[in-house]
């Protein structure tokens, strides 16, 4: 164990305790509560309103919804396409909606951060990156510290690809791994080298990417503690910068082709506790800090230490340093966040080129934050991201007091400070290290939107473990 490393250790009975369904708190309030009162109309005058601070940065996230094949355990939204025609048809609506959103913009025209996730971001070859990044570069201008990032997938992405977004000042990659065991790679549809996750990684880092995550999943068929282990002992092998570990969310009847997996293959609950367990514990044995629930960091990493600081930021692209205000969604099913506002487009490739030749745009549902959601969604995040929360920065910033805003709430809390998951003190709450995992649990204590009818609702959000 390196220097000044202190294992996490996550007792099992806590996790059997507050596994329950619950929001990833992506944003606040979550998706489920958002209406179709809010639309194309609605998201134009945001746009516009947005262009009153032309200094203050955007973040921009393009989403590819294509994939060459379909993995069994995948919950994206992609499909697989054959015809190029289709591919190009859709690049040019999302060509279309970039620059309408500039054109609503104006002068806001600065980004701080672009992220291109999917599906399988590079399946559209360099020429069709190349045609998306010219239109980016031509409308916006990036920051000095504009984070540039990309999902990659390495049975897919070849090394000239790299090279060419290398070239085009790309600077963050994110690896799907999921697992490096060949029989759970063949239960779940998706077959993939230690070698060539590797090569991929040392030409990634030959380019200086920063920042390089592996995403692995556990809760997958045929896992099994002794094979999740050496995954992680592989992971550890290759020491990438970032690492996501997600559970898996089995659900056949909203996702068609999870049909595909045997049930009977899958890890029973006890079992997927202890996967998990391991995770944390061989990980922050090994150096990495946490995060979030599910993501881990090196010490040197600049999540690491914007958290330290209090500084990390979380939205739909996941943690960030680059606190950006407004973020601009593109292409289908994106998600924008402006004017305090959130707009989500259609999900269907067909309805989204309609809406898009239409109106330019292809918002079809979205929420306007209240006073009490911009409130509340400031203490999830606080908790979410730098894990602590100070009552000082909370009473300047909203000019009301915590102790009074939140006196049901804080009261709430003394279940985590008895399970040793949170400290409070006259100062502020802290999440300790072991409360980590249990950081979306803490989180829905003070989510508005969360009855006990909604807790309730098996499907609307998945298992916090
Ligand atoms: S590559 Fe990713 S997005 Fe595509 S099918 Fe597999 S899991 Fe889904």
């Known amino acids: ?276 367990a391991s995770a944390v514990e061989r990980l922050t044995a090994a150096g990495y800090r946490q995060i979030g629930m599910d993501h881990f960091a090196l010490p040197e990493d600049e999540l690491s230490l914007a958290q330290q600081d209090g500084r990390l930021h979380r939205n739909f692209m996941g943690y960030t340093v680059q606190s950006a205000p407004e973020m601009v969604g593109l292409g289908m099913s994106a998600i924008s966040y402006v004017a305090d506002s959130f707009f989500q487009n259609v999900s269907k490739v067909d309805s989204y080129k309609r809406s898009v030749s239409e109106h330019g745009l292809a918002v079809y549902r979205g929420k306007s934050l209240s006073n009490d959601d911009l409130v509340r969604q400031y203490v999830i995040a606080s908790l979410m991201c730098n894990f602590r929360l100070d009552f000082a920065r909370f009473q300047e910033r909203f000019g009301i007091t915590y102790g009074e805003y939140f006196a049901a709430e804080h009261e709430s809390l003394d279940a985590f400070v008895d399970d040793k998951l949170v400290l409070v003190d006259q100062g502020g709450v802290r999440v300790t290290p072991l409360g980590r995992t249990f950081v979306r649990n803490i989180a829905m204590l003070f989510d508005a939107y969360l009855t006990a009818d909604r807790q309730a609702t098996a499907g609307t959000f998945s298992r916090t473990i």
């Open 1 to 276: 164990m390196p220097d000044n490393v202190t294992s996490t250790k996550v007792p099992v009975d806590l996790l059997r305790k507050y596994d329950r369904p619950g929001p990833r708190y992506t944003s606040y309030p979550t998706a489920p509560v958002w209406g179709q009162d809010v639309g194309v109309d609605e998201y134009r005058q945001a746009l516009s309103a947005a262009s009153q601070s032309p200094d203050q940065p955007t973040a921009l996230y393009c989403h590819i919804p294509f994939c060459r094949k379909r993995c069994y355990y995948c919950g994206c939204n992609t499909s697989v396409v054959k015809k190029q025609a289709s591919v190009d048809a859709y690049l040019d609506s999302l060509v279309r909606e970039i620059e309408c959103a500039a054109s609503h913009l104006g002068q806001r025209n600065r980004i701080s951060q672009l992220h291109f996730g999917g599906g399988t971001p590079t399946f559209i070859g360099i020429p069709g990156l190349g045609r998306i990044l010219d239109r980016i570069d031509h409308l916006f201008r990036p920051t000095d510290v504009c984070e540039k990032s990309i999902e990659i997938d390495p049975r897919v992405t070849t090394l000239e690809q790299l090279d060419f977004l290398a070239g085009r000042g790309l600077n963050r990659v994110s690896l799907g791994v999921q697992d490096f065991d060949h029989e759970v790679q063949e239960a779940i549809g998706r077959i993939q080298s230690f070698e060539q996750v590797e090569k991929i990684l040392n030409h990634c880092r030959t380019l200086q990417f920063k920042g390089v995550n592996f995403d692995l999943i556990y809760g997958l068929p045929r896992q099994t503690l002794k094979r999740f282990n050496r995954t992680l002992e592989l992971t550890l092998q290759l020491r990438p910068d970032r690492l996501a570990i997600y559970s898996f969310a089995f659900l056949p009847s909203l996702k068609a082709n999870q049909a595909k997996i045997n049930p009977e293959e899958l890890p029973p609950t006890e079992l997927k506790y202890e996967l998990f």
